[in-house]
């Protein structure tokens, strides 16, 4: 099981950066030339949403981006460093969502953008958890490789 880590500054221009190498990746590990589109999208969406909500709580720390070549997936987890942020919006676009014991704190405009970028991540990833805690909330992404090893 292969894993590239990836941390960056919550500015909204190294979201570009991390979908990059998100694509380049998921390509190394393997999923189809069909689903790249999907991974780059989903891990932007994720990425801005950690971005935005890192710059609406005035928290300095680094967004985290973990990708990981499993047998049969290819999984990606952006994690955020506000606590409790995202679940509420998650129940509310029907992604599965957990809390640990954390206040909620999400967009200012919860509603909407927030709710938004996990309805758009759950329309493009085979398999999507959000989870948040008192040191932050996570999203978890994963693509099936589908028996792509042989087109490498």
């Known amino acids: 099981m ?4 990836l941390r960056f500054s919550a500015q909204p221009e190294h979201v570009r950066t991390a979908r990059l190498v998100a694509a380049a990746v998921a ?6 030339e ?9 891990v932007g969406e994720a990425c801005s949403r950690a971005v935005g909500l890192h ?12 990708l990981t070549e499993e047998e049969k997936a290819f999984s990606i987890e952006v ?9 509420a919006a998650a129940e509310a676009t ?7 014991g954390a206040p909620v704190r999400d967009f200012d405009d919860a509603g909407g953008e927030d709710q938004m970028g996990l309805a758009v991540i759950s329309g493009l990833v085979d398999d999507v958890e959000v989870s948040a805690g008192e040191r932050g909330g996570l999203i978890r992404m994963s693509w099936s490789r589908s028996g792509s090893a042989d087109s490498r």
């Open 2 to 5: 292969a894993t590239v880590e």
């Open 27 to 32: 390509r190394r590990a393997g999923v189809g």
């Open 34 to 42: 069909a689903v790249l589109d999907e991974v780059r999208l989903a």
């Open 55 to 66: 710059r609406s709580n005035g928290v300095t720390a680094p967004v985290r981006v973990r």
């Open 79 to 87: 994690g955020d460093e506000v606590p409790g942020a995202g679940v």
């Open 94 to 100: 029907g992604v599965p969502g957990s809390r640990s």
